[in-house]
C-alpha cells in the first residue's frame, strides 16, 4: 500500500487520470450538441470587392440549403499570390474535403499541385490559370462577355454617329488578370477587321484611381471617343467620373461589366444613364456549392461549367433592378433565419454545458477530498524520508569539508610562507600574491558550496575598483602625452612605447589575470591595461598599441564585439589581436577567428607559447613595413595584399600629400588634421604599416616624384626642388644623394645614356 502511494507521487499523472478523464467528457459531451458537418469546403478568394462579396454572401446562403451536409469556409488574399498559396495549404491541413479557388495568377499553381497530391478535388471559379491541373471550372465566359459588349457597342455606334468615324476606347483591367486578358480578347474580336471604326485600347488597372488617370489622360491628347468601355463597373464609374470633370461625359457612352444590384452599383448606374449599358458577369454561389457536393458525393458534374448572362440596358434595367433586389432580400431573409436557429441551439447548448458542469463539480469536489487525504498521507512518509536524507547529507558534508579543507590547508599554509619570504623578486611576489588571493577565494566558496549557501558564487575578489579603472586610463594617458613629447622633440620621430619598446594592450576584466600577463611581458614590451572591451577601445584609439591581448567572456563589451571594432576602425585595424577564452570548441574558435582575431589561444594555455606568438605576429608585422624602405619594388605588389582598411588608409595618405607636395611648409600637423587624426595617432599607424615616420614617408614620396619629374620633364633641377616642396635645391640635391646614390643631375645624365 505505501509503496503503491509513493509511487503516486513520483508519476502524479496517475492521481490525476479520474479528473483527466472527467474534463474529457465533459468535452465531449459539450461538442456531441454542437453541429457535426459531412463535408467541409474551402474557398480562397483571389481579391474583394462587391461581385465577390456577393458570391460569398450567396454561398453562404446556399449552405443553409443542405442542413449539416457541409460547411463552407472562405478566405481573401487580398490580391497577394503568396498570401494565397500560404491560404490554401492552411486549408488542406485544416482537413477540408474540396478547394474552390478564383486563382490570382500562375505562382499559386505549386499549393494547386499540393493539394491535388493530397487528394483534395480543386473547383476553379471565375479565373483560371495556365494549368490543367484542377478537377471542375465554374463561371461566366469572359471571351464572350466582352464580344457581347462589343457587339452592343456596334449597334450603340449605328443608332448615335452616322456623320463620321466611331472612336471606340477600351480601357483594360490588370494585364495578369485571365478577366482581363479574356474580356479584352472578346472585345478585340468585335471590333477586328471594322474599317469604319477607330478603335483603340489603353492597359491599365482594376483600380478605380489608376482608370480615372488614364481616361483624363487621354482627353487630353486625343479626340472625345464615342463609345468607353470598361472591364467592370467600378471602371467605367471611374472613368465617368474623369469624363464629367472635362465636361464632356455627355458625349460619351460608357459600357461595363458585372450588373451587379444595389445602391450605387452598375444597374443602378444604367437606370441614372451613366451607363450606356452593362453586361451581368454572373455569381451563382449556389451553383458553386452545388457543384462542390456532386464532386464529394460521387455524382455525375461537368469539368467546365459556363454561366450564361444577358446585357443591361437602358430598357431592362428596372426590371432586373428590381427582380435582383428581391433575390438578395430573400437570401438576407435566410441569413437571418439562419442565425436565429444557431442562436437557440447555443443556448440549448450552453445550458446543457452548464448542467453537466454542475454534476462534473460535484464529481471534481469528491475527487478533491480523496487526493486531499492521499496527499497528507505522503506528506508525513515523505517528511520522515527527508529526515533521513539530511542526516545523510551532513554527515556526507562533513565529511567532505574535512577532505577539502585538508588540501587546501595544504596548499595555503607553502603559499603563505612564500609570501612571507624576503628574499622573492618582484615579479615573484606578484605571482605569489595572485596563487594567495585564489586560494583563499576557492576556500570561501567551498565553505559556503558544503553550507548550502545560494551566494556561493561571488564577485571575483580580483574585480576592478573605479579608481583602479582609472588609473589604467591614465596610464594609457600618460603613453600617449609621453609619445606627443617625443614627437615634439624629435619631429615626429617617437618611440614605439615609453623607452623604444613595442606596446602591448592586454584587455580582462580579471585583474589577476592583467597581472599574470604583464610579469610575462613587462620584460620586453610596454605594456597598458584595460578592463573591458569598452575602456579597451578607448586606449587602443589612444595609444595605437603594436598588438592587443584580449579575453573574450568580459563585462560592458564582450571581447569579439571588441576584436570587431577594432578591425573595422580604420585606426587600429592593423593591430594584431590575439582572443584568450575558456571557450574550446571548433565551432567557437571559428567565430573567435571570424571576427578578425589574429589568433585564438584556450585556457589554460602554455605562457612559452603565448610569448612566443606575440613576437611571431610583431615579427610578421615588422617585415611588412620593411617593404615600404627604401626603393622596394614588393611594396606596390605588397600593399594589395593589405586589409582593405589600411589600403585605404595608406592611399588617403598619398593623396593628401600629393595635393600638398609643393608646400615646403607642410606640417605633420596640418596633414593629421586633414585626416581627422592626432599627431601621435598619424605617427603610430604610419610606422606600423611603412616602418617610416610620417615624416620620412613624406621625404620619400617627394623624391619619388623628383625622379619621375627628372625623367619625365625637361624642367631644371630647381624647379624640380621646389615644385616636389625641398626648401632649397642644395638640401634637394644631398636628399636625393642619400637615397639614390647619385645626385640629380647625374641621374637624369646616367639615364639619358642609357636610352
Known amino acids: 500500500m505505501a509503496t503503491t502511494i509513493f509511487n503516486n507521487v513520483r508519476h502524479p499523472r496517475i492521481g490525476l487520470m479520474p479528473l483527466f478523464a472527467i474534463v474529457v467528457a465533459l468535452l465531449l459531451s459539450a461538442c456531441s450538441g454542437m453541429h457535426s458537418y459531412k463535408y467541409k469546403v474551402g474557398v480562397s478568394q483571389c481579391v474583394g470587392g462587391k461581385w465577390r462579396e456577393k458570391v460569398n454572401d450567396e454561398m453562404l446562403s446556399a449552405q443553409h440549403l443542405y442542413g449539416n451536409e457541409v460547411k463552407v469556409s472562405i478566405k481573401n488574399a487580398n490580391d497577394d499570390s503568396r498570401l494565397q498559396a500560404k491560404q490554401i495549404d492552411s486549408l488542406v491541413a485544416s482537413g477540408v474535403d474540396l478547394v474552390v479557388v478564383a486563382p490570382n495568377d500562375m505562382t499559386i499553381a505549386p499549393a494547386i499541385a499540393r493539394a491535388r497530391e493530397k487528394g483534395v478535388p480543386v473547383v476553379f471559379f471565375d479565373r483560371k490559370v495556365n494549368s490543367d491541373d484542377y478537377t471542375a471550372y465554374i463561371g461566366g465566359d469572359n471571351v464572350e462577355a466582352g464580344r457581347v459588349m462589343g457587339r452592343y457597342a456596334l449597334s450603340l455606334l449605328r443608332e448615335r454617329v452616322s456623320d463620321r468615324v466611331p472612336r471606340v476606347l477600351e480601357l483594360t483591367g490588370g ?13 478585340a474580336s468585335a471590333m477586328r477587321g471594322r474599317k469604319d471604326i477607330d478603335y483603340s485600347f489603353v492597359n491599365t488597372d482594376w483600380s478605380t484611381e489608376f482608370i480615372y488617370k488614364a481616361m483624363a489622360d487621354w ?9 468607353v468601355f470598361c472591364h467592370s463597373d467600378l471602371a467605367a464609374s471611374a472613368a465617368y467620373k474623369a469624363a464629367s470633370d472635362k465636361g464632356v461625359a455627355g458625349k460619351i457612352m460608357f459600357l461595363g461589366i458585372d450588373g451587379l444590384p444595389g445602391k450605387g452599383e452598375g444597374i443602378e448606374a444604367v437606370e441614372k444613364g451613366m451607363l450606356a449599358g452593362t453586361y451581368i458577369y454572373p455569381t451563382h454561389g449556389e451553383d458553386i456549392v452545388r457543384l462542390a457536393l456532386d464532386i464529394l458525393q460521387g455524382k455525375k458534374f461537368r469539368r467546365e461549367n459556363i454561366m450564361k448572362s444577358v446585357v443591361v440596358t437602358p430598357y431592362n434595367a428596372q426590371l432586373i433592378q428590381q427582380t435582383s433586389m428581391e433575390m438578395l432580400r430573400q437570401s438576407h431573409d435566410l441569413l437571418i433565419l439562419h442565425d436565429l436557429l444557431e442562436n437557440y441551439l447555443g443556448l440549448y447548448n450552453t445550458q446543457r454545458t ?26 508525513r512518509r515523505i517528511n520522515q524520508r527527508e529526515k533521513k536524507i539530511n542526516r545523510d547529507q551532513t554527515l556526507f558534508y562533513n565529511n567532505a569539508r574535512h577532505q577539502l579543507r585538508t588540501p587546501l590547508t595544504l596548499i595555503d599554509g607553502p603559499i603563505k610562507k612564500l609570501a612571507d619570504s624576503t628574499s ?11 596563487l594567495k588571493r585564489n586560494v583563499e577565494q576557492l576556500a570561501h566558496i567551498a565553505y559556503d558550496v558544503l ?25 594609457a594617458n600618460a603613453l600617449t602625452r609621453l609619445l606627443e613629447k617625443k614627437a615634439m622633440e624629435n619631429g615626429d620621430e617617437a618611440d614605439s612605447g615609453a623607452d623604444g619598446l ?30 573591458d572591451g569598452e575602456s579597451g577601445l578607448k586606449v587602443a584609439q589612444e595609444t595605437v598599441p603594436d598588438l592587443i591581448v584580449s579575453d573574450v567572456m568580459m563585462p560592458v563589451m564582450d571581447g569579439l564585439s571588441f576584436c570587431r571594432k577594432i578591425k573595422d576602425n580604420a585606426m587600429t585595424s592593423h593591430i594584431p589581436v590575439i582572443l584568450l577564452t575558456a571557450r574550446s570548441t571548433e565551432r567557437q574558435q571559428v567565430e573567435g577567428l571570424g571576427c578578425g582575431a589574429d ?39 605588397e600593399k594589395t595584399r593589405m586589409a582593405s582598411s589600411d589600403r585605404e588608409f595608406v592611399n588617403r595618405l598619398m593623396d593628401v600629400i600629393n595635393r600638398h607636395m609643393a608646400e615646403s611648409n607642410l606640417k605633420m600637423d596640418d596633414i593629421g588634421a586633414e585626416m581627422g587624426i592626432s599627431r601621435v595617432q598619424l605617427y603610430r599607424k604610419v610606422k606600423a604599416l611603412t616602418n617610416m615616420s610620417p615624416v620620412e614617408f613624406l621625404k620619400q614620396m617627394r623624391l619619388e616624384k623628383a625622379m619621375a619629374m627628372l625623367m619625365g620633364t625637361s624642367d631644371t633641377v630647381s624647379i624640380i626642388a621646389y615644385d616636389t616642396g625641398f626648401s632649397s635645391p642644395a638640401y634637394f640635391s644631398t636628399c636625393f644623394k642619400k637615397q639614390f646614390g647619385k645626385y640629380p643631375t647625374e641621374y637624369r645624365e646616367g639615364k639619358a645614356d642609357r636610352k
Not at 482627353?219 to 463609345?227: A, I, Q, S, T, W
Open 424 to 434: 622573492l623578486q618582484a615579479d615573484d611576489r606578484t605571482l605569489v600574491d595572485i
Open 451 to 475: 553550507n548550502f549557501k545560494p551566494d556561493a558564487v561571488q564577485e571575483p575578489a580580483t574585480a576592478d575598483t573605479e579608481e583602479e579603472k582609472a588609473d589604467m586610463v591614465s596610464d
Open 219 to 227: 482627353l487630353e491628347r486625343h479626340p472625345v471617343p464615342d463609345v
Open 502 to 531: 613595442s606596446t602591448i594592450l592586454i584587455v580582462d576584466d580579471n585583474a589577476d589575470m592583467r597581472t599574470y600577463l604583464k610579469t610575462l611581458l613587462a620584460d620586453k614590451y610596454y605594456v597598458v591595461e584595460a578592463a
Open 599 to 637: 589568433a585564438y589561444m584556450t585556457k589554460p594555455f602554455s605562457a612559452n607559447l603565448l610569448v612566443a606568438r606575440i613576437g611571431n605576429l610583431l615579427k610578421s608585422r615588422a617585415q611588412l613595413r620593411h617593404l615600404f624602405d627604401g626603393n622596394n619594388q614588393e611594396c606596390k605588389a
Open 175 to 187: 494585364t495578369s488578370s485571365s478577366p482581363a486578358i479574356d474580356r479584352h480578347k472578346g472585345f
Open 354 to 379: 452548464i448542467t453537466i458542469v454542475s454534476v462534473t463539480a460535484v464529481a471534481l469536489l469528491i475527487i478533491v477530498i480523496v487526493l486531499v487525504w492521499r496527499m497528507v498521507v505522503i506528506t
